[in-house]
């Protein structure tokens, strides 16, 4: 929640939970830590601008309760908040998923499963989403796994979301609006596809090839031809 103040993508924003002996435990816990957080620079002025204006909009909600507050700061840094809302109020406002981009983070108390199904139906476009259970709660809720798995470009089993690395297995994508295309990450080796759009030289001489693409590999990059990942010429 306050790693690098908040400021990652797949900061765990909202926790949606069923009431129970174990959320409470978790909640005092969480309590604990968050008011022993110092607050923490923000990246720029703007962005401590808008996560505080954020932050105001939501717990100024009658239907929000602030349950910890960080160690507040000095001009520009971002003061970690854990608020508390209940399943019913959260499906009446849209606007309580919204991200809130820094240490802010949202608990949502469910009474009963069939209110958590309901909520993870609503849900919009998300980079990441954690189901912390046991192998055997998640055999008897198949269907939340399914619809989660729609929701998010990574779904977690027990454990928080990685930061982002530029490398093959890094994926940093998700439904709209996590991201405006869901197949390329904006981080990893895939991401510069975002940025580009393929052009086909069908039938061109070769003087007036790229060199890319001429048969003589000039040169000498790794291309693929014909499946095959090769510096070879053609």
């Not at 969480?30 to 720029?44: R, S, T």
């Not at 609503?122 to 269907?143: D, H, I, K, P, R």
Request: charged fraction near 20%; glycine fraction near 8%.
């Amino acid at each position: 929640l306050t790693l690098g103040s908040g400021q990652f993508c797949t900061n765990p924003g909202v926790l949606i939970a069923i009431k129970s002996d174990g959320l409470q435990q978790f909640k005092e816990a969480a309590i604990k830590a968050v008011q022993e957080k110092p607050a923490g620079k923000m990246l720029h002025a703007g962005i401590a601008a808008s996560y505080n204006g954020n932050v105001s909009a939501m717990i100024e909600h009658p239907a929000i309760t602030v349950i910890a507050k960080g160690q507040e700061g000095e001009d520009h840094t971002g003061q970690a908040i854990l608020a508390l809302t209940s399943a019913k109020e959260f499906l009446a406002n849209e606007h309580f998923c919204g991200e809130v981009f820094g240490p802010f983070g949202l608990i949502v108390e469910c009474e009963n499963f069939e209110e958590m199904i309901r909520i993870a139906d609503g849900l919009e476009g998300q980079l990441t989403s954690t189901l912390l259970a046991t192998e055997e709660e998640l055999e008897t809720y198949s269907n939340l796994i399914s619809i989660i798995r729609e929701k998010c470009g990574r779904i977690i089993f027990n454990n928080f979301p990685t930061g982002v690395e530029v490398c093959v297995a890094m994926h940093h994508g998700g439904p709209f609006p996590s991201t405006t295309d869901s197949r390329f990450t904006s981080v990893g080796s895939d991401a510069i596809k975002r940025f580009l759009r393929p052009v086909t030289y069908q039938n061109w001489p070769q003087s007036l090839l790229p060199d890319e693409l001429k048969n003589e590999n000039p040169l000498h990059v790794w291309r693929t031809v014909n499946g095959v990942i090769t510096k070879n010429n053609v």
